[in-house]
């Protein structure tokens, strides 16, 4: 069934569209000329129209040029009479995706709907599929150059398309909710619902209340019938974060569900069946859990089909600078403010932060930074004190070495050019600032005294 609007000044004709179309389950508006299609365009969605070109006040040619810019995806056919060919061609240039010639029989129009329709989903089909392919081009949502990062996105790319059950495992702030979205926007369930679930919020009668629905008088409070979240994500996936927090009792129903494909509201009697992919993840080791019997054997193998590993920040160094101006772009849209760069003092304790709340923690930094920050620079000032802890630490220990190069001798120089690099890990770079000298001075000095 469709939805259609027919705009003509006849009135003979809307109802002789209207009873043809009807008659075929199709749900049929009309409009006796092109201003008043205008307002219903404003107020409903329609999946096609058709529209006479000769009308008094905004005539079919008009109508046409405004639907095609306002409302581009509709199929627009006009409706011309048989001398009026050459105004119909000029139609279909200016968009129309077809007409009909006046007189016309009842089947010329289900022939060109049914076109009409045909061309809708086709185009619909087409839309879908390039997003899919935008996704998957690099995973542009997903930033992380560095190989840990890469390697769970093969890993991804591997297994969405499956209809195996996914942990994704990873510390608070590594970004699991991103990667559960990631699987089922590069699944065959992409069009149907994506629903995240936070067990770790939930008590245990109402996490069972929301992922299971109730019926009206189950207990105190349950005043109507209420479809779960397991229903309402039927087709689609089911994300469970933190599934590591759930009582014993509730790690039995949740095993039932995913054994059964089916869950009992609480109060029922009735089973309800259901085509759920569960995607779940947490931040504790659930293996260990296991084994001090505080997660089901049964359900972490269930659960654990394939395991997704995601790195801490800190072990994905190289990723920072990028996830940086990528906050700093994001919010300085949000906050309506400009940005040439980050100064090198405040991108520095940056990376040498050990950033224990991970992606999160980061990006709850640079909105600070962003939001603080009065010139086109963000500078270590604008930065929240425990982002430059690290950094200032850091600072301190090394700060009597600095530029003693200057002033000491070879053995001491040699000595303080060896510790200094030890605390930068061999970078060289980073050990030329600390040591007040440039980097070509520090190469010749690491050749002068044979370091």
């Known amino acids: 069934m469709a939805k259609i609007l027919v705009v003509d000044d006849e009135e003979h004709m809307l109802k002789l569209f209207e009873k043809i179309l009807t008659k075929q389950g199709h749900d049929v508006r009309t409009a006796a000329n092109g201003t008043e299609a205008i307002s219903m365009l404003e107020e409903e969605s329609f999946d096609l129209m058709f529209s ?78 390039r997003e899919k392919l935008k996704d998957k081009d690099g995973f542009k949502k997903i930033i992380g150059k560095s190989k840990a990062m890469q390697d769970v996105l093969k890993l991804v790319a591997r297994v969405a398309n499956s209809q195996a059950t996914i942990l994704i495992q990873g510390e608070s702030g590594t970004g699991k909710e991103l990667i559960a979205r990631l699987i089922h926007n590069l699944s065959s369930r992409r069009d149907k ?11 245990e009668h109402l996490l069972q209340s929301e992922l299971f629905g109730h019926v009206k008088g189950a207990f105190t409070g349950a005043v109507k019938d209420k479809k779960g979240l397991f229903i309402a994500a039927n087709n689609g996936t089911l994300f469970l ?24 509201p609480i109060g029922s009697i009735v089973s309800i069946k259901g085509d759920v992919r569960v995607v779940a993840a947490t931040n504790i080791d659930l293996e260990q859990a296991m084994h001090e019997g505080k997660f089901r054997r049964d359900l972490y193998y269930r659960l654990a089909v394939v395991i997704v590993d995601l790195p801490p920040l800190r072990e994905r160094k190289s990723d920072i600078a990028a996830l940086v101006y990528h906050f700093m772009q994001k919010y300085a ?9 980050i100064m090198p003092e405040a991108m520095r304790a940056i990376m040498e932060n050990s950033w224990p709340g991970n992606v999160r923690e980061l990006e ?14 963000i500078d270590e000032a604008s930065l929240p004190l425990p982002a430059r802890q690290g950094m200032l630490y850091k600072t301190k220990q090394l700060r009597p070495l600095k530029n003693v190069i200057k002033t000491v001798g070879n053995e001491a120089e040699r000595k303080a050019i060896l510790k200094t690099l030890e605390k930068t890990r061999g970078n060289k770079t980073q050990a030329a600032r600390i ?14 005294l044979g370091i």
Do not use: H, W
Not at 56 to 67: A, I, R, T, Y
Not at 241 to 262: A, C, F, H, V, Y
Not at 334 to 340: C, G, L, P, V
Not at 435 to 448: E, M, Q, V
């Open 435 to 448: 040591l007040g000298i440039s980097r070509s001075s520090l190469y010749n000095k690491i050749c002068k």
């Open 364 to 377: 709850n930094v640079m909105e600070r930074a962003v939001l603080l920050s009065t010139g086109l620079l």
């Open 193 to 203: 619902p994506f629903i995240a679930v936070d067990c770790g919020v939930f008590p």
């Open 333 to 341: 849209v949000i906050y309506d403010k400009e940005f040439s760069d």
């Open 241 to 264: 974060d933190e599934i590591g927090t759930i009582s014993q009792p509730m790690q039995l129903n949740l095993l039932r569900m995913l054994q059964e494909k089916e869950v009992r």
């Open 52 to 129: 006479d070109l000769v009308m008094p006040d905004l005539g079919g040619m008009d109508l046409l040029k405004e639907v095609k810019t306002r409302y581009s995806d509709i199929p627009f056919i006009v409706i011309t009479a048989y001398g009026s060919i050459g105004s119909a061609v000029e139609a279909m240039k200016t968009g129309a995706f077809d007409y009909l010639t006046k007189p016309f029989r009842k089947d010329d129009i289900l022939l060109t709907v049914g076109k009409a329709l045909k061309y809708c989903e086709l185009s619909n089909e087409i839309k879908r599929l």
